[in-house]
């Protein structure tokens, strides 16, 4: 599966490109607000591993993709679409730290919404991130999400509970 912006190549993931993922999944800053890492390198091939894996589950339930400057053929990122269920699914989203701030993510989960809304048939893709991540929060406005709420302390992990903001778009919301 491969989509495409005028930018940006969003493919699937494959084994080589553990790498370029480490780049950033390694990196505190980039981890700070995730579940996950910092990586250490056998972390960043276990879960190239289990992206495989999951592209090849029927019927498939999870869409773990890298997102790749097209001109430069370059791993910048990652965006993801789970499906919850038949009519919900999540969406999420990392990018290295040096390609931040030029619109790469917005543009990579406008086209995920697409797929998800118009080759999927999903009805609702909602999205979470930590109240201190307003950059994260700022590409969910920017792709049309709407915020729902706050969902209070309802996640432990890395030793304590988190809270979440909450965004969803509904497929007739999508232009």
């Not at 505190?28 to 591993?49: L, M, S």
Request: hydrophobic letters at 35%; glycine letters at 8%; proline letters at 3%.
């Amino acid at each position: 599966m491969q989509l495409e912006t005028e930018r940006l190549l969003i493919r699937e993931i494959v084994e080589s490109d553990w790498q370029h993922i480490h780049t950033y999944t390694s990196l505190p800053e980039i981890t700070e607000h995730t579940a996950w890492g910092p990586n250490t390198e056998e972390d960043t091939r276990a879960y190239v591993q289990d992206v495989i894996r999951m592209q090849q589950t029927e019927p498939r339930e999870g869409y773990e993709l890298a997102i790749v400057l097209k001109k430069e053929g370059i791993l910048i990122g990652g965006a993801g679409l789970h499906l919850v269920d038949q009519t919900n699914a999540e969406i999420g989203y990392v990018l290295h730290p040096a390609y931040q701030g030029h619109g790469y993510v917005t543009e990579a989960c406008r086209v995920l919404l697409h797929f998800g809304f118009r080759e999927l048939g999903i009805h609702r893709i909602f999205a979470k991130c930590r109240p201190e991540n307003p950059a994260s929060e700022r590409v969910m406005e920017r792709i049309e999400m709407q915020r729902e709420g706050l969902l209070r302390e309802h996640w432990f992990y890395k030793g304590s509970y988190h809270d979440s903001v909450l965004y969803s778009i509904l497929d007739r919301e999508l232009e």
